[in-house]
Every structure is written in C-alpha cells, then in structure tokens.
C-alpha cells in the first residue's frame, strides 16, 4: 500500500514539475480569430507619432506589419503633446478601423471617424503619451 501511495505522490509531483518549468506558459487573452487580418485582405494604413518619443512610428509600423497589415506612410502626428492615442476611420470601413484597434490595444471607442475622399488609406494610427499601454510596447521587441 505504501508503494502505491508513494507512485502516485512521484506520479503527481512530476506532472507538476514538468507543467510548471517545461510547459510553455498559457496565455490568458485568447486571440480572436475575427479580429485578425486575413489572407488577401489588404488594411492600409498611416501611423502618426503624436507623443513626442522618437522611433514610436517605426516601432508600430513594424509590429503592425508583423500581423499583416499594410503599413504606407509613417510620420510625424501636427502635435508631438497627444495624451491618448487613437485610431481615425478614414473610409467608413469600422471594421478595418477596429482590427487596428484591437491589434495595438486601442479602446475601440478611440475611434474617430473623418471621411476623406482622396484618402489612399483605411485609417490613420495617432500614438499618444499612453504608448507603454499599448501591445507593441508590452510585447516587446520580439514580434
């Protein structure tokens, strides 16, 4: 009988062993899949630095590319002194505008709307002073 204890306390502590330092660890936020641009869809977008932080627009766009989308302009936002950062709908597409929202951790209700008949893009990304909340900052520099 004590055999059979001592099996099962050997059997358990290496399950935990091996779930606690060998199992990659689990991520609590589940990607979602409606969120993510797919093949053949093409989102172009603007990445404006509006917080005053060098190499924030480089930063975005690298990430951003790095998760499909279609990066053709980055620059400098009018104000460098932007407290929080948002997302201009240049299109009326909401759902292209969301997907950037939901990519960088942007509040979708940060998105602003301003249609523009000659834009070439979907949207324009304004950083803010709130770019360390944001996921390329989080993320790190491994995409």
Do not use: C
Request: no cysteine; glycine share 6%; hydrophobic share 45%.
């Amino acid at each position: 009988m004590i055999g059979v204890i001592a099996a099962f306390v050997l059997l358990l502590a290496g399950q935990f062993i091996t779930h606690t330092w060998f199992s990659p660890p689990v991520s609590s936020e589940r990607e979602r899949g409606d969120m993510l641009v797919r093949k053949g869809e093409r989102i172009q977008l603007t990445v404006l630095n509006g917080s005053g932080q060098a190499d924030l627009a480089r930063r975005f766009t690298d990430y951003l590319r790095a998760r499909k989308f279609d990066v053709v302009e980055m620059s400098n936002y009018s104000r460098s002194d932007v407290e929080q950062s948002f997302i201009i709908d240049k299109i009326r597409d909401s759902s292209a505008a969301q997907k950037v929202a939901y990519a960088l951790g942007v509040d979708p209700a940060k998105i602003t709307l301003q249609v523009d008949s000659n834009a070439f893009v979907d949207a324009a990304i304004v950083i803010g002073k709130d770019y360390l909340s944001l996921k390329p900052m989080k993320e790190g520099p491994h995409y």
